[in-house]
Protein backbone atom coordinates (compact mmCIF):
# COMPACT_ATOMS: atom_id res chain seq x y z
CA UNK A 1 0.00 0.00 0.00
CA UNK A 2 1.03 3.33 -0.93
CA UNK A 3 2.03 6.18 1.46
CA UNK A 4 -0.70 8.33 -0.23
CA UNK A 5 -3.66 5.58 0.35
CA UNK A 6 -1.94 4.45 3.47
CA UNK A 7 -3.00 8.07 4.84
CA UNK A 8 -6.27 8.24 2.53
CA UNK A 9 -7.30 4.75 4.54
CA UNK A 10 -6.42 6.20 7.84
CA UNK A 11 -8.39 9.33 7.90
CA UNK A 12 -11.47 7.71 6.22
CA UNK A 13 -11.20 5.20 9.35
CA UNK A 14 -10.83 7.87 11.59
CA UNK A 15 -13.60 10.20 9.96
CA UNK A 16 -16.20 7.61 10.24
CA UNK A 17 -15.18 7.40 13.22
CA UNK A 18 -14.68 11.03 14.43
CA UNK A 19 -18.15 11.69 12.70
CA UNK A 20 -20.10 9.91 15.43
CA UNK A 21 -18.74 11.23 18.02
CA UNK A 22 -19.15 14.72 16.84
CA UNK A 23 -23.09 13.97 16.07
CA UNK A 24 -23.02 12.48 19.79
CA UNK A 25 -21.35 16.10 20.75
CA UNK A 26 -23.74 18.40 18.89
CA UNK A 27 -26.56 16.31 20.46
CA UNK A 28 -25.00 17.28 23.55
CA UNK A 29 -24.87 21.06 23.47
CA UNK A 30 -28.30 20.71 21.80
CA UNK A 31 -29.19 19.20 24.87
CA UNK A 32 -27.13 21.89 27.04
CA UNK A 33 -28.90 24.87 24.88
CA UNK A 34 -32.46 23.52 25.87
CA UNK A 35 -32.05 22.16 29.60
CA UNK A 36 -29.33 25.33 30.30
CA UNK A 37 -29.76 28.16 27.75
CA UNK A 38 -26.95 30.65 27.16
CA UNK A 39 -26.94 32.73 30.38
CA UNK A 40 -24.73 32.13 33.99
CA UNK A 41 -24.85 28.69 34.36
CA UNK A 42 -23.47 27.87 31.24
CA UNK A 43 -21.08 30.52 31.40
CA UNK A 44 -19.58 28.78 34.58
CA UNK A 45 -19.33 25.43 32.96
CA UNK A 46 -17.98 26.32 29.90
CA UNK A 47 -15.23 28.80 31.51
CA UNK A 48 -14.91 25.81 34.01
CA UNK A 49 -13.83 22.99 31.55
CA UNK A 50 -11.60 25.35 30.07
CA UNK A 51 -9.20 24.56 32.61
CA UNK A 52 -9.05 20.65 32.83
CA UNK A 53 -9.29 21.07 28.82
CA UNK A 54 -6.55 23.66 28.38
CA UNK A 55 -4.18 21.21 30.27
CA UNK A 56 -5.84 17.92 28.43
CA UNK A 57 -4.45 19.84 25.45
CA UNK A 58 -0.99 20.60 27.02
CA UNK A 59 -0.21 16.78 27.93
CA UNK A 60 -2.57 14.83 25.80
CA UNK A 61 -3.63 15.57 22.65
CA UNK A 62 -0.78 18.46 21.84
CA UNK A 63 2.76 17.88 23.77
CA UNK A 64 2.41 14.32 24.44
CA UNK A 65 1.44 12.85 21.58
CA UNK A 66 3.75 14.85 19.19
CA UNK A 67 6.52 14.34 20.95
CA UNK A 68 5.98 10.46 21.73
CA UNK A 69 4.75 9.20 18.31
CA UNK A 70 7.80 9.75 16.39
CA UNK A 71 10.04 8.39 18.40
CA UNK A 72 7.98 5.15 19.62
CA UNK A 73 7.37 4.92 15.63
CA UNK A 74 11.67 4.90 15.47
CA UNK A 75 11.57 2.51 18.40
CA UNK A 76 9.05 0.12 16.98
CA UNK A 77 10.16 -0.12 13.46
CA UNK A 78 13.40 -0.38 14.07
CA UNK A 79 14.06 -1.97 17.62
CA UNK A 80 10.71 -4.55 17.68
CA UNK A 81 7.48 -4.55 19.51
CA UNK A 82 9.70 -5.51 22.86
CA UNK A 83 11.61 -2.61 23.17
CA UNK A 84 9.03 -0.06 22.26
CA UNK A 85 6.91 -2.06 24.74
CA UNK A 86 9.31 -1.03 27.61
CA UNK A 87 9.27 2.85 26.22
CA UNK A 88 5.74 2.85 26.66
CA UNK A 89 5.85 1.11 30.05
CA UNK A 90 8.52 4.30 31.17
CA UNK A 91 6.12 7.20 29.74
CA UNK A 92 3.20 5.73 31.42
CA UNK A 93 4.78 5.56 34.46
CA UNK A 94 6.21 8.94 34.24
CA UNK A 95 2.99 9.97 33.32
CA UNK A 96 0.67 9.02 35.77
CA UNK A 97 3.35 10.62 38.37
CA UNK A 98 3.07 13.83 36.37
CA UNK A 99 -0.65 13.72 36.07
CA UNK A 100 -1.09 13.00 40.17
CA UNK A 101 0.75 15.75 40.79
CA UNK A 102 -1.26 18.20 38.58
CA UNK A 103 -4.61 17.17 39.36
CA UNK A 104 -3.75 17.58 43.75
CA UNK A 105 -2.50 20.95 42.70
CA UNK A 106 -5.57 22.04 40.07
CA UNK A 107 -8.15 21.00 43.02
CA UNK A 108 -5.76 22.75 45.44
CA UNK A 109 -5.55 25.92 43.46
CA UNK A 110 -8.90 26.05 42.26
CA UNK A 111 -10.23 29.38 43.34
CA UNK A 112 -7.20 31.51 42.42
CA UNK A 113 -7.22 29.50 38.84
CA UNK A 114 -10.53 30.28 37.87
CA UNK A 115 -10.75 33.99 39.31
CA UNK A 116 -7.56 34.82 36.87
CA UNK A 117 -9.23 32.98 34.04
CA UNK A 118 -13.01 34.60 34.93
CA UNK A 119 -12.27 37.74 36.23
CA UNK A 120 -15.41 39.03 35.03
CA UNK A 121 -17.48 36.83 36.64
CA UNK A 122 -16.86 38.35 40.26
CA UNK A 123 -19.09 41.29 38.88
CA UNK A 124 -22.12 38.42 39.38
CA UNK A 125 -22.90 36.84 42.56
CA UNK A 126 -22.41 33.28 42.77
CA UNK A 127 -20.96 32.93 39.45
CA UNK A 128 -17.23 32.65 40.10
CA UNK A 129 -18.18 30.45 42.99
CA UNK A 130 -20.31 27.91 40.53
CA UNK A 131 -17.16 28.44 38.14
CA UNK A 132 -14.92 26.85 41.32
CA UNK A 133 -16.69 24.22 42.12
CA UNK A 134 -17.42 22.89 38.46
CA UNK A 135 -13.84 23.18 37.98
CA UNK A 136 -12.40 21.28 41.54
CA UNK A 137 -15.03 18.47 39.96
CA UNK A 138 -13.89 18.00 36.56
CA UNK A 139 -9.98 18.50 37.42
CA UNK A 140 -9.32 14.75 37.81
CA UNK A 141 -10.30 14.33 34.01
CA UNK A 142 -6.75 15.96 32.76
CA UNK A 143 -4.92 12.41 34.07
CA UNK A 144 -7.30 10.43 32.44
CA UNK A 145 -7.35 11.46 29.23
CA UNK A 146 -3.56 12.44 28.87
CA UNK A 147 -3.30 8.14 29.79
CA UNK A 148 -5.75 7.98 26.88
CA UNK A 149 -3.33 10.23 24.70
CA UNK A 150 -0.57 7.87 25.10
CA UNK A 151 -2.51 4.61 24.38
CA UNK A 152 -3.87 6.43 21.42
CA UNK A 153 -0.55 7.49 20.12
CA UNK A 154 0.16 3.35 20.68
CA UNK A 155 -2.45 2.12 18.66
CA UNK A 156 -1.77 4.41 15.58
CA UNK A 157 1.40 3.27 15.47
CA UNK A 158 0.56 -0.18 15.76
CA UNK A 159 -1.76 1.16 12.88
CA UNK A 160 -4.94 0.95 14.50
CA UNK A 161 -7.10 4.40 14.53
CA UNK A 162 -11.16 3.39 14.83
CA UNK A 163 -11.44 2.67 18.14
CA UNK A 164 -9.23 5.79 19.52
CA UNK A 165 -11.29 7.55 17.74
CA UNK A 166 -14.35 6.94 18.60
CA UNK A 167 -13.32 7.02 22.40
CA UNK A 168 -14.95 10.64 22.48
CA UNK A 169 -18.50 9.10 21.44
CA UNK A 170 -18.53 7.86 24.88
CA UNK A 171 -17.32 10.69 26.55
CA UNK A 172 -20.58 12.78 25.01
CA UNK A 173 -22.94 9.64 25.64
CA UNK A 174 -21.83 9.90 29.70
CA UNK A 175 -22.48 13.64 29.87
CA UNK A 176 -25.63 13.02 27.67
CA UNK A 177 -26.94 10.72 30.26
CA UNK A 178 -25.68 12.54 33.54
CA UNK A 179 -27.92 15.86 32.40
CA UNK A 180 -30.51 13.49 31.68
CA UNK A 181 -30.60 11.34 34.68
CA UNK A 182 -28.89 13.27 37.49
CA UNK A 183 -29.79 16.79 37.23
CA UNK A 184 -32.55 16.80 39.60
CA UNK A 185 -30.09 15.02 42.48
CA UNK A 186 -28.19 18.24 42.94
CA UNK A 187 -28.88 21.84 43.97
CA UNK A 188 -27.12 23.46 40.71
CA UNK A 189 -28.14 20.95 37.69
CA UNK A 190 -25.68 21.70 35.93
CA UNK A 191 -22.97 19.82 38.32
CA UNK A 192 -24.52 16.35 36.67
CA UNK A 193 -22.64 18.14 33.47
CA UNK A 194 -19.21 17.93 35.33
CA UNK A 195 -19.86 14.12 36.75
CA UNK A 196 -20.59 13.17 33.28
CA UNK A 197 -17.29 14.19 32.46
CA UNK A 198 -15.21 12.69 34.60
CA UNK A 199 -17.16 9.53 34.04
CA UNK A 200 -16.73 9.65 30.22
CA UNK A 201 -13.13 10.43 31.40
CA UNK A 202 -12.92 6.50 33.11
CA UNK A 203 -14.99 4.96 30.09
CA UNK A 204 -12.44 6.18 27.56
CA UNK A 205 -10.15 5.18 29.08
CA UNK A 206 -11.04 1.51 29.82
CA UNK A 207 -12.40 0.85 26.63
CA UNK A 208 -8.69 0.99 24.92
CA UNK A 209 -7.46 -1.73 27.33
CA UNK A 210 -8.75 -4.68 24.95
CA UNK A 211 -7.39 -3.28 21.64
CA UNK A 212 -4.21 -3.03 23.49
CA UNK A 213 -4.58 -6.52 24.42
CA UNK A 214 -5.24 -7.89 20.83
CA UNK A 215 -2.01 -6.17 20.15
CA UNK A 216 -0.19 -8.05 22.92
CA UNK A 217 0.82 -4.79 24.36
CA UNK A 218 0.49 -5.47 28.09
CA UNK A 219 1.03 -1.90 29.46
CA UNK A 220 2.79 -1.77 33.04
CA UNK A 221 4.32 0.39 35.46
CA UNK A 222 8.28 0.52 34.67
CA UNK A 223 9.92 3.06 37.08
CA UNK A 224 13.49 2.88 35.20
CA UNK A 225 12.85 5.94 33.13
CA UNK A 226 15.63 8.09 34.70
CA UNK A 227 18.44 5.95 33.11
CA UNK A 228 16.38 5.50 29.59
CA UNK A 229 17.43 8.30 27.10
CA UNK A 230 14.31 7.76 25.36
CA UNK A 231 12.22 8.73 28.00
CA UNK A 232 14.72 11.98 28.32
CA UNK A 233 14.60 12.54 24.44
CA UNK A 234 10.78 12.70 24.61
CA UNK A 235 10.29 15.14 27.53
CA UNK A 236 13.03 16.69 25.95
CA UNK A 237 10.33 17.48 22.67
CA UNK A 238 7.70 17.53 24.52
CA UNK A 239 9.05 20.83 26.66
CA UNK A 240 8.42 22.98 23.60
CA UNK A 241 5.21 21.05 22.18
CA UNK A 242 3.63 22.12 25.83
CA UNK A 243 5.14 25.81 25.09
CA UNK A 244 3.35 25.64 21.94
CA UNK A 245 0.01 24.23 22.74
CA UNK A 246 -0.38 26.60 25.62
CA UNK A 247 0.11 29.83 23.68
CA UNK A 248 -2.59 28.23 21.37
CA UNK A 249 -4.85 27.52 24.23
CA UNK A 250 -3.79 30.67 25.88
CA UNK A 251 -5.67 32.10 22.65
CA UNK A 252 -9.18 30.87 23.46
CA UNK A 253 -8.27 31.77 27.35
CA UNK A 254 -8.08 35.14 26.31
CA UNK A 255 -10.58 35.44 24.17
CA UNK A 256 -12.98 33.68 27.31
CA UNK A 257 -11.56 36.06 29.92
CA UNK A 258 -12.58 39.13 27.22
CA UNK A 259 -15.79 38.14 26.95
CA UNK A 260 -16.38 37.94 30.68
CA UNK A 261 -16.00 41.76 30.82
CA UNK A 262 -18.84 41.68 27.64
CA UNK A 263 -22.58 41.37 27.73
CA UNK A 264 -24.27 38.69 29.95
CA UNK A 265 -23.94 35.29 27.83
CA UNK A 266 -20.54 36.02 25.64
CA UNK A 267 -18.59 33.25 26.97
CA UNK A 268 -21.67 30.89 25.82
CA UNK A 269 -22.34 32.37 22.03
CA UNK A 270 -18.28 31.99 21.55
CA UNK A 271 -18.46 28.52 23.01
CA UNK A 272 -21.66 27.23 21.20
CA UNK A 273 -19.86 29.16 18.18
CA UNK A 274 -16.92 27.18 17.98
CA UNK A 275 -18.66 23.59 18.57
CA UNK A 276 -20.12 24.43 15.48
CA UNK A 277 -17.07 25.59 14.02
CA UNK A 278 -15.18 22.23 15.31
CA UNK A 279 -17.74 19.81 13.89
CA UNK A 280 -16.01 19.54 10.40
CA UNK A 281 -12.62 20.30 12.05
CA UNK A 282 -12.72 17.56 13.97
CA UNK A 283 -14.14 15.25 11.72
CA UNK A 284 -11.82 15.80 8.80
CA UNK A 285 -9.12 18.01 9.98
CA UNK A 286 -8.01 16.38 13.08
CA UNK A 287 -7.87 13.01 11.37
CA UNK A 288 -5.89 13.58 8.58
CA UNK A 289 -3.67 15.23 11.02
CA UNK A 290 -3.30 12.24 13.17
CA UNK A 291 -2.88 10.10 10.21
CA UNK A 292 -0.34 12.01 8.60
CA UNK A 293 1.91 12.09 11.79
CA UNK A 294 2.85 8.22 12.11
CA UNK A 295 3.12 8.19 8.38
CA UNK A 296 5.49 11.26 8.30
CA UNK A 297 7.73 10.01 11.36
CA UNK A 298 7.90 6.58 9.47
CA UNK A 299 9.25 8.37 6.62
CA UNK A 300 11.80 10.58 8.32
CA UNK A 301 13.06 7.78 10.11
CA UNK A 302 13.65 6.35 6.57
CA UNK A 303 14.91 9.87 6.14
CA UNK A 304 12.83 10.31 3.26
CA UNK A 305 12.83 13.70 2.38
CA UNK A 306 10.70 13.35 -0.49
CA UNK A 307 7.83 11.34 0.92
CA UNK A 308 7.68 13.80 3.31
CA UNK A 309 7.12 16.67 0.63
CA UNK A 310 4.98 14.50 -1.01
CA UNK A 311 2.69 13.32 1.94
CA UNK A 312 2.47 16.92 3.09
CA UNK A 313 1.32 18.23 0.11
CA UNK A 314 -1.14 15.60 -0.63
CA UNK A 315 -2.24 16.39 2.72
CA UNK A 316 -2.85 20.19 2.21
CA UNK A 317 -4.79 19.56 -1.16
CA UNK A 318 -6.96 17.02 0.89
CA UNK A 319 -7.44 20.11 3.55
CA UNK A 320 -8.52 22.18 1.01
CA UNK A 321 -10.66 19.92 -0.83
CA UNK A 322 -12.98 19.52 2.62
CA UNK A 323 -12.75 22.49 3.87
CA UNK A 324 -13.62 24.95 1.14
CA UNK A 325 -17.11 23.51 0.83
CA UNK A 326 -17.56 23.26 4.65
CA UNK A 327 -16.79 27.06 5.28
CA UNK A 328 -19.79 27.95 2.30
CA UNK A 329 -22.12 25.33 4.16
CA UNK A 330 -21.32 26.83 7.44
CA UNK A 331 -21.75 30.30 6.52
CA UNK A 332 -24.95 30.22 4.76
CA UNK A 333 -26.71 27.11 6.78
CA UNK A 334 -25.68 28.66 10.24
CA UNK A 335 -28.99 30.38 11.32
CA UNK A 336 -31.23 27.46 9.84
CA UNK A 337 -29.06 24.75 12.20
CA UNK A 338 -29.15 27.07 15.46
CA UNK A 339 -32.82 27.16 14.40
CA UNK A 340 -33.77 23.33 13.89
CA UNK A 341 -31.30 22.32 16.44
CA UNK A 342 -30.75 24.85 19.26
CA UNK A 343 -34.03 26.90 19.34
CA UNK A 344 -36.43 26.31 21.93
CA UNK A 345 -36.94 25.88 25.59
CA UNK A 346 -34.33 28.16 27.39
CA UNK A 347 -32.57 29.30 23.92
CA UNK A 348 -34.13 31.95 22.91
CA UNK A 349 -34.23 33.83 19.71
CA UNK A 350 -31.21 36.30 20.95
CA UNK A 351 -29.19 33.34 21.31
CA UNK A 352 -29.74 32.22 18.16
CA UNK A 353 -28.52 34.95 16.18
CA UNK A 354 -25.80 36.16 18.49
CA UNK A 355 -24.53 32.12 18.13
CA UNK A 356 -25.07 31.82 14.34
CA UNK A 357 -23.12 35.52 14.51
CA UNK A 358 -20.11 34.30 16.11
CA UNK A 359 -20.10 30.89 13.63
CA UNK A 360 -20.04 32.98 10.38
CA UNK A 361 -17.09 34.92 11.42
CA UNK A 362 -15.19 31.97 13.05
CA UNK A 363 -15.80 29.47 9.59
CA UNK A 364 -13.21 31.30 7.13
CA UNK A 365 -10.64 30.33 9.82
CA UNK A 366 -11.73 26.83 9.35
CA UNK A 367 -8.96 26.20 6.17
CA UNK A 368 -6.36 27.94 8.14
CA UNK A 369 -7.05 25.80 10.88
CA UNK A 370 -6.41 22.63 8.64
CA UNK A 371 -2.98 24.25 7.31
CA UNK A 372 -2.05 25.13 10.61
CA UNK A 373 -2.51 21.81 11.90
CA UNK A 374 -0.82 19.88 9.29
CA UNK A 375 2.26 21.98 9.61
CA UNK A 376 2.62 21.37 12.96
CA UNK A 377 2.64 17.55 12.82
CA UNK A 378 5.26 17.98 10.11
CA UNK A 379 7.51 19.94 11.96
CA UNK A 380 7.09 17.36 14.75
CA UNK A 381 7.52 14.49 12.75
CA UNK A 382 10.63 16.20 11.73
CA UNK A 383 11.67 16.35 15.35
CA UNK A 384 11.24 19.88 15.60
CA UNK A 385 8.81 21.11 18.33
CA UNK A 386 10.61 25.06 18.68
CA UNK A 387 9.35 26.42 15.65
CA UNK A 388 5.62 25.92 16.17
CA UNK A 389 6.30 27.59 19.81
CA UNK A 390 7.94 30.34 18.59
CA UNK A 391 5.00 31.15 15.87
CA UNK A 392 2.06 30.35 18.11
CA UNK A 393 3.91 33.19 20.39
CA UNK A 394 3.69 35.55 17.78
CA UNK A 395 0.18 33.99 16.43
CA UNK A 396 -1.11 35.26 20.13
CA UNK A 397 -0.21 38.61 19.96
CA UNK A 398 -2.43 38.98 16.36
CA UNK A 399 -5.33 37.46 18.45
CA UNK A 400 -4.76 39.78 21.48
CA UNK A 401 -4.11 43.23 19.72
CA UNK A 402 -7.22 42.05 17.21
CA UNK A 403 -9.10 41.53 20.06
CA UNK A 404 -8.93 44.51 22.20
CA UNK A 405 -9.14 46.74 18.98
CA UNK A 406 -12.18 44.86 17.59
CA UNK A 407 -14.16 44.31 21.10
CA UNK A 408 -14.82 48.18 21.43
CA UNK A 409 -16.41 48.07 18.38
CA UNK A 410 -18.16 44.77 17.74
CA UNK A 411 -18.15 43.18 21.00
CA UNK A 412 -18.15 39.08 21.42
CA UNK A 413 -18.18 39.24 17.31
CA UNK A 414 -14.89 41.21 17.39
CA UNK A 415 -13.43 38.47 19.24
CA UNK A 416 -14.34 35.53 17.14
CA UNK A 417 -12.94 37.84 14.06
CA UNK A 418 -9.62 37.81 15.99
CA UNK A 419 -9.31 34.62 16.37
CA UNK A 420 -9.91 33.80 12.69
CA UNK A 421 -7.03 36.17 11.64
CA UNK A 422 -4.57 35.12 14.41
CA UNK A 423 -5.43 31.41 12.46
CA UNK A 424 -4.42 33.25 9.25
CA UNK A 425 -1.66 34.25 10.63
CA UNK A 426 -0.22 31.19 12.36
CA UNK A 427 -0.77 29.18 8.84
CA UNK A 428 1.11 31.47 6.30
CA UNK A 429 3.81 31.38 8.56
CA UNK A 430 4.08 28.03 9.84
CA UNK A 431 3.95 27.03 5.89
CA UNK A 432 6.59 29.57 4.93
CA UNK A 433 9.43 28.20 7.60
CA UNK A 434 8.22 24.83 6.70
CA UNK A 435 9.25 25.23 2.79
CA UNK A 436 12.47 26.58 3.94
CA UNK A 437 12.70 23.54 6.15
CA UNK A 438 12.10 20.71 3.57
CA UNK A 439 11.67 22.33 0.68
CA UNK A 440 9.02 23.56 -1.86
CA UNK A 441 6.14 21.24 -1.83
CA UNK A 442 3.50 23.60 -2.91
CA UNK A 443 3.77 22.76 -6.20
CA UNK A 444 1.63 22.14 -9.39
CA UNK A 445 -0.68 19.18 -7.64
CA UNK A 446 -1.61 21.54 -4.59
CA UNK A 447 -2.57 24.94 -6.89
CA UNK A 448 -4.67 23.18 -9.67
CA UNK A 449 -7.17 21.29 -7.29
CA UNK A 450 -7.51 24.56 -5.37
CA UNK A 451 -8.60 26.33 -9.07
CA UNK A 452 -11.05 23.65 -10.01
CA UNK A 453 -12.84 23.59 -6.66
CA UNK A 454 -13.54 27.31 -6.38
CA UNK A 455 -15.84 27.33 -8.92
CA UNK A 456 -17.43 23.74 -7.62
CA UNK A 457 -17.85 25.78 -4.33
CA UNK A 458 -19.77 28.95 -6.19
CA UNK A 459 -22.01 26.41 -7.43
CA UNK A 460 -22.85 24.61 -4.47
CA UNK A 461 -23.12 27.89 -2.08
CA UNK A 462 -25.57 29.14 -4.84
CA UNK A 463 -28.18 25.81 -4.87
CA UNK A 464 -27.94 25.83 -1.21
CA UNK A 465 -28.68 29.40 -0.75
CA UNK A 466 -31.72 29.08 -2.81
CA UNK A 467 -32.59 26.12 -1.29
CA UNK A 468 -32.78 27.11 2.24
CA UNK A 469 -34.30 30.44 1.62
CA UNK A 470 -37.87 28.82 0.89
CA UNK A 471 -38.88 28.99 4.53
CA UNK A 472 -38.37 31.36 7.08
CA UNK A 473 -36.27 30.21 9.93
CA UNK A 474 -37.48 32.81 12.83
CA UNK A 475 -40.90 31.49 12.86
CA UNK A 476 -41.76 28.32 14.58
CA UNK A 477 -43.26 25.89 11.86
CA UNK A 478 -43.25 22.74 11.47
CA UNK A 479 -39.72 20.84 12.61
CA UNK A 480 -40.50 18.29 10.09
CA UNK A 481 -40.35 20.67 7.01
CA UNK A 482 -37.13 22.51 8.40
CA UNK A 483 -35.48 19.37 8.24
CA UNK A 484 -36.45 18.39 5.12
CA UNK A 485 -35.16 21.83 3.96
CA UNK A 486 -32.08 21.84 5.49
CA UNK A 487 -31.52 18.53 4.63
CA UNK A 488 -32.14 19.08 1.09
CA UNK A 489 -29.56 22.27 0.76
CA UNK A 490 -26.99 20.16 2.17
CA UNK A 491 -27.24 17.12 0.12
CA UNK A 492 -28.41 19.57 -3.24
CA UNK A 493 -25.20 21.42 -2.11
CA UNK A 494 -23.15 18.64 -1.59
CA UNK A 495 -24.17 16.96 -4.90
CA UNK A 496 -23.81 19.67 -7.00
CA UNK A 497 -20.42 20.11 -5.36
CA UNK A 498 -18.57 16.74 -6.40
CA UNK A 499 -20.28 16.72 -9.52
CA UNK A 500 -18.62 19.90 -10.32
CA UNK A 501 -15.42 18.21 -8.85
CA UNK A 502 -15.70 15.19 -11.24
CA UNK A 503 -16.45 17.27 -14.33
CA UNK A 504 -13.44 19.31 -13.43
CA UNK A 505 -11.30 16.11 -12.74
CA UNK A 506 -10.24 16.67 -9.62
CA UNK A 507 -8.28 13.55 -8.56
CA UNK A 508 -8.84 14.03 -4.90
CA UNK A 509 -12.48 13.36 -5.55
CA UNK A 510 -11.86 10.36 -7.78
CA UNK A 511 -9.50 8.82 -5.10
CA UNK A 512 -11.41 9.50 -2.35
CA UNK A 513 -14.52 8.02 -3.36
CA UNK A 514 -12.49 4.96 -4.48
CA UNK A 515 -10.75 4.76 -0.81
CA UNK A 516 -14.93 4.86 0.16
CA UNK A 517 -15.91 2.14 -2.08
CA UNK A 518 -12.51 -0.31 -1.22
CA UNK A 519 -13.35 0.34 2.58
CA UNK A 520 -16.66 -0.56 1.73
CA UNK A 521 -16.24 -3.53 0.30
Known sequence: MTDRRRIGVATVVMAVATLLSRIAGLVRDVLIARLFGAGMVTDAFFMAFTIPNLLRRFFAEGSLTS????????????QGQDE??????????????????????????????TQIIGYGFSTIPGKLELTDLLNRIMFPYIGL????????????????FFFPSLSPLFLNLCMISSALLLRSYFSQPVMALAVGVVVGGVVQLLLQLPVLFRFKMRLGFDFKFRQDPRVKKIMTLMLPGIAGVAIYQINI?????????????????LYYGQRLFEFPQGIFIVS????????MSRQVAKDDLSGVRDSLGFSLSLITLFTLPAIVGLVLCAKPIYSLLFFGGAFEHA????????????????IFVGYSRIAAQTFYALKDTRTPVIVSFYTLLVNVLAGLVLMRYFDFLGLAVALTLSSVFNAVVLIVLLQKKVGAFLRVTFWLPLIKIVPACIGMGIVVWWIIHLIDWHGTGSSLIKWCVLGGGVLGGALVFFLACHLLKVDEVRQGIGLLRKRGK
Open 67 to 78: AFVPVFSEEYHK
Open 84 to 113: ALRLANRCLTILSLIMVIIVIFGICLSPWI
Open 145 to 160: VSLLALITGILNVRGH
Open 253 to 269: IVSRLLASFLSEGSVSY
Open 288 to 295: LAQATLPM
Open 351 to 366: ALENCAAVLICYAPGL
